[in-house]
């Protein structure tokens, strides 16, 4: 049995070499089920960690009754991660947030009053606490990516998200998708809205992500986005005649 159906919200918690995390994922994500505006269960998905990533995630599951977890043996990428969390989650909700916890779970309670009326939700990391070399690389993604896609988000890279999961399910599937959810919703007529949320430092782990791999994907993918934009197809079955059960 699945029992996240039993849930509003899943939040997704990609792991991929973050022990040094994991203690610190369990607090405060416990502290903040309870405060949550919609019932909601943790979803760890371990991407074919190679520390002890996935032994911690078995032990928090077994000390939290809302915790879940699903892992891959191999090392597939951030996008993969999260569409195995997307396609496992039965609620009615999917929200995401990093291990690194650059973001607070808490401001989940900023995005969650609009999810009746948008299908995708996304922090602005505002007062961002990276370094300025790495703002810039964001900066420039961003802003060929808009230019591309015509999406018009400030900051798909904010780990901070909530949406709809049929419509999550739906978006199509790519390695870098992570980049690009408001244009895949808008491929499905779905709306997003983007609102400031809190950006901390990382405190523990190494980030995964560098010059070469924050421009490069981007780069490619805009162009992947475009060709699939003009190929896209989209139907709805409004009657059948099948038996229901």
């Not at 919609?38 to 190679?50: M, P, R």
């Not at 396609?87 to 607070?104: F, P």
């Not at 309670?109 to 996304?122: D, F, G, W």
């Not at 230019?147 to 399910?169: E, F, H, N, R, S």
Request: proline share 4%; net charge positive.
């Amino acid at each position: 049995m699945n029992d996240t159906k039993k849930y509003e919200l899943t939040i997704i918690v990609p792991v991929y070499n973050e022990e040094d995390n994991l203690e610190r994922v369990e607090t405060v994500m416990k502290s903040f089920l309870p405060e949550a505006l919609v019932k909601s269960c943790v979803l760890f998905v371990n991407d074919g960690s190679k520390d002890k990533s996935l032994d911690k995630i078995k032990d928090i599951c077994r000390r939290n009754s809302d915790f879940y977890f699903i892992s891959s043996s191999a090392n597939h990428g951030l996008s993969t991660a999260l569409k195995g969390g997307i396609d496992t989650a039965e609620s009615r909700l999917v929200g995401y947030i990093d291990s690194d916890l650059q973001t607070n779970p808490q401001d989940f309670n900023l995005l969650l009053p609009y999810a009746n009326q948008y299908q995708l939700i996304s922090g602005i990391r505002a007062h961002r606490k990276d370094s300025s070399f790495k703002r810039l690389q964001s900066k420039i993604a961003n802003g060929f990516r808009r230019a591309m896609t015509g999406d018009t988000a400030t900051d798909t890279g904010c780990p901070l998200k909530v949406m709809w999961t049929t419509y999550a399910q739906r978006i199509p599937f790519f390695d870098g998708m992570h980049r690009f959810l408001p244009a895949l919703m808008m491929l499905e007529n779905g709306q997003f809205k983007e609102l400031p949320v809190r950006h901390y430092p990382r405190t523990a782990g190494v980030s995964k992500y560098n010059l070469w791999n924050r421009l490069k994907g981007p780069f490619i993918d805009c162009f992947a986005y475009r060709w699939m934009k003009k190929r896209y197809i989209q139907y709805r079955i409004s009657e059948n005649n099948f038996t229901q059960i």
